[in-house]
DNA sequence: GATGAATGAGAGTTCATTCAT
DNA sequence: AATGAATGAACTCTCATTCAT
C-alpha cells in the first residue's frame, strides 16, 4: 500500500530527519513532517504505513547507502588493519558531517517498540556483518588473535564508536568528532592485534 | 510535592521496573504501573511528579545503588587493571543477575526528552567518572600507556561494556552474560596497556 | 490555531449556548456539546482553543451582534430618553425570545476565571460605551442633569436592567419579562431627568 | 452531620473566604483551604458537608450578619428617604471595608448550580425583604410614588448597588467604592420619588 | 495522486472525599 | 476531634489515521 519512492517519498524521509532531530521521535506529529515537507497531512500515509514506518524507512535508507559507501571505502584497503582505521573513520565521519542524521541515528532511533526493532536491526546487520568480515580478516591475516571472539571484538568495536558518537551528540556537537578517529582506532587494533 | 519516599515508593519503582521491561515505558500506562503495585491510580501522583519522573526517579534510584557497591568493590582491588576486570564483571552481573533493570536500563531509559536527560545524566556521570578514575590510576601506576587521552578511553571502555549488555537483551538474554567478561576486558585491557 | 469560522463553528456555538444553558458551564463535558453539534469530541478542538475558549467565543458572538443590532435601534431614535427608552426594551426583548441565551449571558458567563474576563469584557465595553453615549447625549440635550456622573449613572442603568434579567432567568422565566420595560425605564429615566 | 459551629468552624470560614477571593471558588482545592487555616485536609468534612457546603455557610454567614446589622442601622433612620440612603451607604461601606468578602459576594458566589441557589438565596431573600419594606413605606410614607412596583423597584435598586460594586472589584479596587454613595442614592431616590 | 477536515479512542492527571489510626 | 494517605471517578485534550472530494 504504502508507496515507498518517487520524489515526495525522498522529501518526507528528509523533512523526517530534519523534524526527528530537532523535537525528537516520540513529541514529533505526523502533522509536523507534512508541513516540514509541504505537503498535507494525508500525503504522508500515501508513502508510509504509519509514523512507526517513516523512522524504520528513514533508518534503512541511511543505513544502506551507509554499509554500500563503507563497502566502497573498504574495498580499496589492503589489509584488515588498515579497513578498521576506515570504518571508524568513515563512521564517525559521516556523522559528523550529518548531524541531524547522527540525532536521529544515536537517540531518536533507540525509541522504538520490540517488535518494530526487527525492520531496524536487518540493516543494522549488514553494518555489523562487515565489520565481523574485517575482524575475520584480519585473523587471517595473523594480525589479530587467532583467540579472538569474533563477535564480541564486534561488539566492542561497534560499541566504542557507537558511545564515542552519542557523547559528542550529547554534547551538543560541540567539538570535532572526527580528531577522535585516531586514539579510538589505537585503542581498538590494540585490544585486536596479536601481542 | 511529590513524596519520593516510603514503602510504596519502593514498591512502584519495583513495578515500574517490571512494568516498563515487560511493555516499554510509551505503552505502558500509569495506571499499569499502579495496579501491578496494588495501589490506587491516583496515589502514583502522590509519590512522583508525572510519567517521566517515575523513569527518572526509577533510574537514579538504581544508578546511585549502582556506583555505590560498585565502589565497594573497587577499593578491595590492588591495582588499576584488577580495578577494570572488577568494573567489567560488576556491570555484567548486576544486569545478568536483573533482566527487568537490564532491559529497562539499555532500552527504556534512552526513551527520554531531551531536558529531562539532565536528571538521567547526573547519577550516570558518577559512573562515567569512577572509571576515568580507575584510567588515570592505571596511567599513574604505569600499567596503562601515558599518552592515552582518559575521556576517550573512558567512552570506549563504557561503549563496549553498553553495547554487549544491549546485544544480550535484544537477544532475549539467551546466553550467559558474565561469560562476556573475560573476552571484554582482554580487549579493553590490551587497547589500554602500555606496550 | 483554533478556526473559529465556518459552518461547524457557529453549530458549535449553538449546540454550546444550548448545553451551558441546560447544564451550566462546569457541569458540561465538551463531548456533551460535541454531541448536540452532532460532531466527534476532537473536532470541537478544530474550532475552540479549549473549552473556556467556547465560553468566551460564544459570549463574544453574541454579544457583538447585540451591540450591533441594539446600534441600528438606536440611530432611529430622536433623542437620549428615546434611545434609553429602546435600549431597556431591546436588551429585555432579546433575553425575553432566547432563554437559553439569557441563561449563559446571566449565569454561566459570569463562571469565568478573572484572566479570561478580558476576553469578555471587550465586547461588553463596547455596550457600556454605548449606554454612556446615550447619557452623555441626555446631557447634551439638556434632558439629563448636568451634574450627573456619566459613568455612575450607566453602572445604574445597566446593573438595574440586568439584576432585572437575572431575577426573571432565576424564577425559570415564569412571567413576561418585556412587561418590565416600562417600569424600569420608569424609574431610571427619572433618577436621570433634569428636575 | 457537618459541625457548622465552633472555633475551627469559624477559621475555616475565614480561610475559605480568603482564598476564593485569591483563587476563585473553581480552582481552589478543599485542601487549599485547609492549609490556610492550618488543619488536615479531612477536618474540613468535620464542619462542612463539602466543597459546596463551604460557598453556601460562608455566604450564609456573612449575608446573615449583613441584614442584622444592617436592620440596625436602619431602625435608627427617620423616613424611607434616610433608610434607602442607609442601605446604600451600608451595602457600598461593608464591601469596601472587606475587599475578600466583596470578591467573594459579587464574583465567586455567582459560580454555584442551580440546586444550591436555594442555598444562597434564602439569606439574601431576607435582604430583598428589607429593601421592599423600605419601598413599601416610602409608598405608605407618600415620599414614593403610589404607582411604584415595589419588586421591580427593589431589583432596580439592588440591581444598581451591585453593579457599582461589581465594578470596583473588577477595577481591582482601584477607587473609593463609597464615594459613589451620593451619586447613586441621588440617582435611584429620584427615580423612586413623587414628581 | 493530493488534500485536510473530521474522527474517536485513549491516557495522563486532578482532587473531592473517605476512613483507619 | 483530628489526621492525611489513599482512593478512583471524571474529564480534558491530543494526534495518528481515514476518506470524501
Redesign the pocket.
Known amino acids: 500500500m504504502a ?1 515507498r519512492s ?1 520524489e ?1 517519498y525522498h522529501v518526507l524521509i528528509d523533512s523526517a530527519v530534519k523534524t526527528f532531530a530537532r523535537t525528537g521521535y516520540h ?5 509536523d513532517i507534512a508541513r516540514e515537507a509541504g ?9 508510509f504505513e ?3 514506518d517513516i523512522l524504520v524507512s528513514l533508518f534503512q535508507e541511511l543505513m544502506i547507502s551507509f554499509v554500500d559507501n563503507l563497502y566502497c571505502e573498504l574495498v580499496q584497503c589492503q589489509n584488515a588493519t588498515e579497513k578498521l582505521a576506515a570504518i571508524i573513520k568513515y563512521h564517525l565521519s559521516i556523522l559528523a558531517d550529518n548531524p541531524d542524521r547522527a540525532r536521529v541515528t544515536q537517540i531518536e532511533l533507540r525509541q522504538i517498540d520490540q517488535v518494530i526493532n526487527e525492520g531496524i536491526s536487518k540493516p543494522l546487520l549488514k553494518y555489523f556483518q562487515l565489520i565481523e568480515e574485517v575482524i575475520e580478516e584480519g585473523k587471517m591475516q595473523r594480525l589479530y588473535r587467532q583467540n579472538l571472539n569474533t563477535r564480541t571484538a564486534r561488539k566492542v568495536v561497534f560499541g566504542a564508536i557507537d558511545e564515542v558518537v552519542t557523547c559528542w551528540v550529547l554534547s551538543s556537537k560541540s567539538y570535532d568528532l572526527t580528531a577522535l578517529c585516531e586514539p579510538v582506532y589505537d585503542l581498538l587494533v590494540r585490544g585486536l592485534q596479536e601481542v
Open positions: 508507496k518517487g515526495k513529541r514529533t506529529r505526523v502533522a505537503v498535507a497531512d494525508g500525503t504522508v500515509y500515501i508513502y504509519n509514523k512507526e
